[in-house]
């Protein structure tokens, strides 16, 4: 088949969704990925995939950009001779589903998370749900990464029991994200955090913490590691992050192709989020042994066996948030070591990336049956 995959950046299909375009080409289908332009095209042509540039505002759901959006997804679909379409993060799925649809060609959505839509008041929230409703009634399959998402989903109406399947996020590659060795033994404390420098992520109540913290033990190290400059409404300024570095409460490291090292020198890796669908840095995490510290919020809570592999704190508080850093760091480092390997444990027999391929092949296979 001609499968279209469709998604908001080019550099999401190549970290987190390339173990499905793998199993695709394997058999036998061409892959056609839309997608806004970045450093990644070169990585996914010479993959194998042929690239269609997608003009697209990442900022919140303005009507008159939805219909731009549906005109570009008609013409792409006519013009590749798409026969099915693939579809990650809100506006693909939204008006790529409704494009899709207007021309009988199957759309499968996974449903990575919510976003600011359902974290920003009523009337957004309507609209989003409004679209949602127009966008996935039919649908043969929609793919949730949590089950807090798909319930709210089956709650509200947006989707009905027999189309919603639920994915272990992305999966995890257990052979690239591999166990490693805790840093028993390192006097300084290492907590990090990976994300997109933005205020939903958490990013304010974990300097806060890091502040309150670095108080009472000053043998400890809070490292923050994503891009700045996003066009998310809720994005974090360079000079406020600035202004953190030179009080000394966190060491600002930019961003990386490889964020493994980074995994393997830290002690714990937090992320106190408003809400996720899976949330790729704390598998990674999970993945190489090291105890994790989220928010009790759709998507995080999902990852971690509270207490075993990691701590839950409340989102929105960074007091909460001190308060599990202060469990971690009261444990020996061998019972911080068995909670990373705990957490290795759940991600074997639970995230695996070859749950999520095999979902995509029997999804894929479904659509051509009907």
Not at 110 to 132: C, D, I, K, P, W
């Amino acid at each position: 088949m001609r499968i279209l995959m469709t998604v908001n950046a080019a550099w999401n299909i190549w970290n987190f969704r390339r173990p499905v375009v793998e199993a695709l080409l394997a058999d036998g289908h061409q892959v056609i990925i839309a997608a806004p332009v970045d450093n990644s095209v070169a990585d996914l042509e010479a993959l194998g995939c042929k690239f269609i540039p997608l003009e697209m505002n990442a900022k919140g759901l303005n009507p008159l950009d939805g219909v731009s959006m549906i005109g570009q997804f008609r013409r792409i679909i006519r013009s590749a001779g798409i026969e099915l379409v693939l579809s990650y993060t809100i506006k693909n799925n939204l008006f790529g589903a409704i494009a899709a649809k207007s021309l009988r060609i199957p759309f499968i959505p996974n449903v990575t998370g919510l976003g600011t839509a359902f974290l920003s008041g009523r009337l957004l929230q309507f609209t989003a749900e409004q679209l949602y409703r127009t966008a996935f009634r039919s649908l043969p399959v929609v793919f949730f990464q949590n089950e807090d998402d798909l319930a709210l989903f089956l709650e509200r109406g947006l989707v009905q029991i027999d189309q919603a399947k639920i994915l272990p996020g992305s999966g995890i590659d257990l052979d690239r994200f591999p166990a490693t060795p805790f840093p028993i033994g390192d006097e300084t404390k290492k907590f990090l955090m990976i994300s997109r420098l933005l205020r939903d992520k958490g990013v304010v109540e974990y300097v806060d913490a890091a502040r309150m913290i670095r108080q009472r033990h000053p043998g400890t190290q809070f490292q923050l590691l994503g891009p700045l400059g996003s066009e998310n409404r809720t994005s974090l300024h360079l000079d406020r992050v600035k202004a953190w570095v030179d009080e000394g409460i966190i060491d600002y490291l930019g961003t990386t192709d490889d964020v493994r090292p980074l995994i393997e020198r830290a002690s714990c890796v937090v992320l106190p989020s408003y809400r996720e669908g899976a949330p790729r840095t704390l598998i990674e995490a999970a993945a190489m042994a090291r105890p994790i510290i989220t928010t009790d919020v759709p998507g995080c809570r999902s990852v971690l066996e509270s207490g075993i592999s990691g701590y839950l704190c409340k989102a929105r508080s960074a007091s909460s948030l001190v308060a599990s850093i202060e469990r971690f760091l009261s444990l020996s480092d061998e019972a911080q070591a068995q909670m990373g390997l705990s957490g290795r444990e759940k991600m074997v027999s639970e995230f695996d990336q070859a749950i999520v391929v095999q979902a995509y092949r029997s999804a894929i296979a479904g659509t051509a049956r009907n």
